[in-house]
């Protein structure tokens, strides 16, 4: 166990709806990042955020969009629901002690299927 | 971030080593070699990482070879637990994100 929880596990939603996926960070940890996973292949980059603010965003329209709260958890959300936004949606979080950034440590991610 | 290049898959004996392979030609001076592994619907686990020295920790071994455009990963005695999709990502951590960029990593199915 990585301390890294995601919430919730499972859901499905509708094409045109909204979503909001959860995470709380590994205990001192101060950075967290967002993947999303489609079925088969390796997960790809969504953002990441330090501080509050995002600090680095990967391929992914505007309608993905996160938060990072003062307690370090983070939400993703996801508006406009399209079909191949099914996927499996991982967080990671991170600390960067020092200036350097530690590896990351990953949740069980969240499934979303969207139909 | 450097690209990689890995066996789509392969098998290994319970109990033996299993050396799996990475490209990174493109590397550059400043990034390091991570490898990660991803257990069927788990999130995906670090192993170990390096930048030129070979590295060992309690899980595997990392061989990276002089002028760093290859490198393998050591599982010394692979149980059936280590089954899994193992990542091999070259990445330099910036301030404007510590993000790792995977490829399709190689599926390794440890066999009694």
């Known amino acids: 166990e990585t301390g890294v929880t995601q919430s919730p596990t499972h859901l499905i939603k509708t094409r045109g709806q909204q979503v909001t996926l959860r995470c709380s960070s590994q205990s001192g940890h101060n950075t967290v990042s967002w993947y999303q996973q489609a079925l088969g292949q390796g997960p790809q980059f969504i953002f990441q955020?330090?501080?509050?603010?995002?600090?680095g965003r990967g391929n992914f329209p505007p309608r993905f969009s996160g938060l990072q709260f003062p307690n370090y958890s983070s939400e993703l959300n996801v508006n406009a629901l399209e079909l191949d936004d099914s996927a499996l949606y991982l967080c990671a979080s991170s600390s960067s002690a020092g200036g350097a950034w530690g590896e990351l440590f990953f949740g069980e991610g969240s499934r979303l299927t969207v139909l | 971030d450097a690209k990689t290049t890995q066996p789509t898959s392969m098998d290994c004996a319970e109990g033996r080593a299993a050396n799996l392979p990475c490209n990174h030609s493109t590397i550059s001076g400043n990034e390091y070699v991570y490898w990660y592994r991803q257990i069927h619907s788990q999130g995906p686990q670090y192993i170990i990482h390096g930048l030129k020295n070979n590295e060992t920790n309690e899980m595997a071994s990392l061989i990276i070879t002089e002028d760093r455009k290859s490198s393998t990963l050591i599982l010394p005695h692979a149980t059936l637990r280590d089954t899994a999709v193992y990542y091999c990502?070259?990445?330099?951590?910036?301030?404007?994100?510590?993000?790792?960029?995977f490829g399709g990593g190689t599926r390794v199915l440890v066999k009694p």
């Open positions: 990502i070259v990445r330099v951590a910036t301030a404007a994100g510590n993000k790792l960029t």
């Open positions: 955020y330090y501080r509050e603010e995002e600090n």
